[in-house]
């Protein structure tokens, strides 16, 4: 059952208060001979026997290159599974050691991990304390006067803490983004820097497309056209996830996002029924066994966004390719774009959800496939193959999941 959260802050030698609503925070502040660290300690969701915390840590001192945090529970509390640290407990001690891609802390940096956890459904309290590489986190640095600890106001929260997915999906949540942490990019998903978001992030909030007609149909331009606007309706359904009453979620900063169809390929000019030269057509460059658009204008091919090879130069340049061939069923997606039959895109180019597309387009933001296991046993959502036709409030959610641990590398 969802109990509701509150936002506690902890000085040192203070006792916890009541400030608002949002989840459980501790910040413990205090004074080392050669560091200092901030902690926060957030519980985002509480249910019957279980939660999910979220713990933010700040290193006020020199640089690291490695860390170890460290608490003690207070009521039984025992950690079931963590993501962004490597979590051991020993009785009521855990000790959380940093990932391969999160142990450099400079000055003043800030990184975070999480963990769902059981308790006993009577008490689950904010750790008392806590301690970064064994020195206390008291918030002074080295040299700095200790100030004699005084009761402060807390700021007020923001209007509801931004991770507010539905209590039943909290866990499944967590669960979903550990899976992705230990698969994607052979445990490295933090290393990887070519994902739909690295890429409309690059561009300032649109994207560019171009076709692979990997068809022996002719295409005429009011079939083109279609098709584009196709494309911009669809990919539109996801950035709306990001939407609350019009204004971007946990500091998103766009409302729409245009989708530009710049080129074509073809094996045979003739099949493109146009003459206007409003796309980019590249004829009968075959790889993979189908048309490939230029590779100097591809962002799959230079992420570093050098498109100085690229005809059109950089406005030319296309970020994923739509892949439409003959005869396939089902579909593929990915960083490169996607791909799907070209029989299915032409019966529905005007319906009102092209679900394996929109599948698709999932996974170039990163979204996992459920074909080996189920974090929602029942339920339908796009990203579970088969099950659904639409976008889900569940894939919403771990859309939105993916945008709160990546936005800090956009400086969002």
Known sequence: MPVRSLRLTLLAGLTAAAVGSGGFVATVVAEAA????????????QWSGGFTANVGITNLGDPLTGWTLNWDFTAG????????????????RVTAVNAAWNGQLGTNATTSMGFNGSWNNSANPVPPSFTLNGVACTGAVTGSPTPSPTPTQSSPPPTGDPWTPPARYAGPLAQVWQHQEQTHNNGNLYGFRNYGWDQLMANGGSINYCVRWDSRAHVTAAQRDQIHAALQRQYQKWMNQMLDNGRGWHNWPYTTVPVRVVGWAVRDRAQLEWTDNSVDIYVNDIRENAPQCGEPCGRYFHRDGNYSGCPGGASHHYDHSLWLTDGFGGGAGGDWGQRIGTEYVMRNLNAENIHILLHEIGHTYGLDDFYDWDPLPGEGFIMKAGSASQITEFDKWMLRDWWRRLKSRYGR
């Open 34 to 45: 050669v560091a200092g660290c901030r902690v926060s300690y957030q519980i985002g969701a």
């Open 77 to 92: 509390q025992q950690v079931t599974q963590a993501w962004g640290a490597s979590v051991t407990q020993n009785g009521a």
